[in-house]
């Protein structure tokens, strides 16, 4: 079975939308070694989020056009 473009950006905003929401919530890491962030690189992770979730809503559009 294979899956189509609109079909794969939905499932990739569904995970973005997660990791979005974790990160909002502050969700500690499952792995002890990752409990130690750098508040700036948290930050660009936050954003790098924000950023693809936006990208895929712009292609999301123009494949509904």
């Known amino acids: 079975m294979t899956m189509g473009k609109d079909d794969f950006l939905h499932e990739l905003d569904?995970?973005?939308e997660a990791d979005i929401a974790l990160d909002k919530a502050g969700t500690p890491p499952d792995d002890d070694a990752d409990w130690v962030l750098d508040p700036?690189?948290?930050?660009?992770?936050?954003?790098d989020l924000?950023?693809?979730?936006?990208?895929?809503?712009?292609l999301e559009t123009d494949s509904e056009s």
């Open 14 to 16: 569904v995970e973005v």
């Open 50 to 58: 924000n950023s693809l979730h936006s990208a895929i809503e712009a």
């Open 40 to 47: 700036y690189e948290a930050q660009v992770e936050a954003a």
